[in-house]
């Protein structure tokens, strides 16, 4: 595997569903594969679970990493043909190129500007990164993508589904801040290609891409979608269009206790961090039905089975 | 162990110095019990000592090692049954989950308000990391104690005693800045539990909390207290009444070699970092009086033989 | 080797260059040296290829790496007898000296004033370091010299010489920003006990030390400078004297194809990070005869090679 951006870039995402949990079983059984191979993590914006589930993933199987907080003193130029006399220091193709000759993987975080539509949905620096790199590209979350929560929330549906097909559903529910549309989309495709049937609820205005959510049924009423639903995966973003903005912060699009009862026995997921009483509340997280540790958990795992396909013969 | 907090987590505190002791003559004897094991460090204000050696001492185990700095970035929800819409983004009961989850053993270093006397002598940041955490929690400093400190100035008293019950003083000394009383409050309640006489020196109004300071006595006359001591341990704090305050800089409470000279032949020592020429003179620590250097090496068997507490059988 | 701050540090420098090439060939043929033993990297200004690149050579001769970014929060007093009551926390005595018992190589990266010239061209804050510490210390650019840089450009143009004795001229190139010497001066000094026939090029004015360039031609115009050379060597640096200043940011001293064009099919070298079309243009970087890259990938085996000798027998 070259690189793993999306959901597109595997070609069998079950089986790698299923190696994923096979190694959460037995996580040192590839132990020596990542001797002498080095994951080098570059993160455009700051990581918790990212870095530290990556990094324990790359440990578990060998590798050496190193982590390095690009959000300072290091200014890329992404673009061609620039006359660089102003802050940025150093152009993509030789900051690829070298980090290439250091590393045997490669694992960059970047952001979306909520600003800049046409940048964010060609994933530009991610894709230059890929463009120069000589190595495999793993994006520990993009500007439109988190392929690697994705694949944690795959198998975090599969260890706790008690249907053949369940149902899921993913709900906006309101933030503070304006937040990247990546987790939602990532979800929304990766789902397409499981075995569940996906409705999405938000209040009206909050439509995702096309390129994601094309096909999938929306529920303007949270409440009639949340009924007999197994799975409720919770998220805030900020409005498609206009690209970025905040439309609604209403709060009776929390997830609530009162709501969850409307679902069959079903669960409660959110990738973290997740603001309590303003998206959910305290009792849905302190309760056996929130399935939140366990997601984080599986990223250990999800990202594993990515290194371990990248570091493989 | 479950956690290493401070003296009273401790069974044994002598074995405890003694395994200290003997995992500095041998390294390297458990270097494979660490084996696919990590220990995560969060820093919640910077380290040197504390990084380097706790990694140092995880590293000889043979444990993978992650150090956060959870400075700026990251800003964590300690209070229940808040509604997270200001900057808070993640509540610790998910952050102690979650880390838990890709360590063995975690690492926190938390500090001192010094203006909210009941929250830092609740040790509430620690607690709440402890109560939430499923892991052992070994603290790198909290609010009001530093127990690695202490542990590793026990090991490098036992080491150059000369007497069965050596006299122990700790002293006040002059600094610019209001500093917790950490460090302070730690050495006594480790002092008390080792075969030492200790006695406290200090300003009028410079006495720490009864909860360390009961039964210790108080010499307020510092020459007097130096008379016939064997180890001086000098240490800042602002006031404990009033809560964080600078009462005093009189420049007369600097340790000097001619305050060394009331002793019996006594060695100076000091935690680290320590300002010249202020709280010592130069004299004091260019001569072989001085251990502070020895002090500083111990803080890595001391976490040694923490963590491979934790980790072991 | 118990230091390695320039050229003068190595008895044999063709001999290191030839380690290097030699690692290159087989990077872990040592990875049993450096078990138990850590090398620990203080970066008192930001690095991305030297951290990469040294930490990797670390990793590939099995020592654990700890890196600290000592930028912020740790204020280090170099001077002695000063009372120290402002806002210098620790003193290098202790720094050097606490982190030699953690470390068994030490890693220093420091940096020009580029306004104090007595104390840059000392390497007063390395020099320090090295005063007190008890184990190796490798220098990862000081103030005037970035030895491992130049270690590396002396690989890239053994690997790439055609002719017993190349002929290899060192270019000024304008730049927006005042840069230190540290690059040219190591360059030349290396390139001194090489066999090469050196030049350098620069307008007026730049002349670089006598403790670097004395005995090297100089010729001040860089078209005939270029004229049937084997090897281009890239670099922007401010004014020695007036010490630190821009003097001129002509841009018809870019170098350019076209210039190029003037060698014996000279190769291009710069050190990285290199700012496109305003030192040199895309098309040099861009083409076959550039060899930025090569030159950042041998970094990690003149990492290696100095390491291997530090921590060999």
């Known amino acids: ?54 990094e ?48 045997d993987v490669i694992g960059v975080r970047t952001f979306s ?59 906006w529910a309101p933030h503070p801040r304006a937040l990247p549309q990546a987790v939602a989309n990532s979800f929304i495709e990766w789902m397409k290609v499981m075995d569940v049937d996906l409705t999405v609820t938000h209040p009206p205005g909050y439509e995702l891409s096309p390129l994601f959510a094309e096909g999938v049924p929306i529920e303007y009423d949270q409440r009639k979608a949340f009924e007999g639903v197994d799975f409720i995966y919770c998220k805030n973003w900020s409005a498609y269009a206009p690209y970025g903005q905040i439309l609604n912060q209403d709060p009776d699009w929390m997830v609530t206790m009162d709501k969850m009862n409307l679902t069959d026995n079903g669960k409660f997921m959110h990738c973290l961090p997740v603001r309590r009483n303003v998206k959910v509340e305290d009792a849905v997280l302190n309760s056996p039905i929130s399935l939140v540790l366990q997601q984080a958990n599986n990223r250990t795992y999800a990202a594993q089975a990515v290194l371990r396909r990248m570091i493989g013969e």
Chains 1, 2, 3 share one sequence.
């Open 113 to 171: 500007s909520l600003t800049d539509h046409e940048r964010d949905y060609a994933d530009f620096v991610l894709n230059r990164f890929i463009e120069f790199a000589s190595v495999p590209v793993v994006s520990l979350e993009s500007a439109i993508r988190h392929p690697l929560q994705s694949l944690a929330d795959c198998v975090t549906i599969e260890e706790h589904k008690t249907k053949a097909r369940p149902k899921v559903v993913l709900t």
């Open 1 to 54: 595997m070259k690189k793993f951006t999306s959901v597109h870039d595997v070609p069998d995402p079950k089986t790698l569903v299923q190696e994923a949990m096979s190694l959460k079983a037995n996580p040192f059984v590839h132990d020596a594969l990542g001797r002498h191979k080095t994951l080098v993590m570059l993160f455009f914006n700051p990581s918790l679970r990212t870095r530290l589930s990556t």
């Open 56 to 103: 324990k993933a790359a440990l578990n199987l060998g590798m050496s990493v190193i982590s390095m907080n690009a959000t300072e003193g290091w200014q890329l130029e992404f673009q061609d043909h620039v006359v660089m006399n102003s802050d940025k220091a150093e152009h993509i193709r030789e900051a690829a190129g070298v980090i290439s000759q250091y590393a």
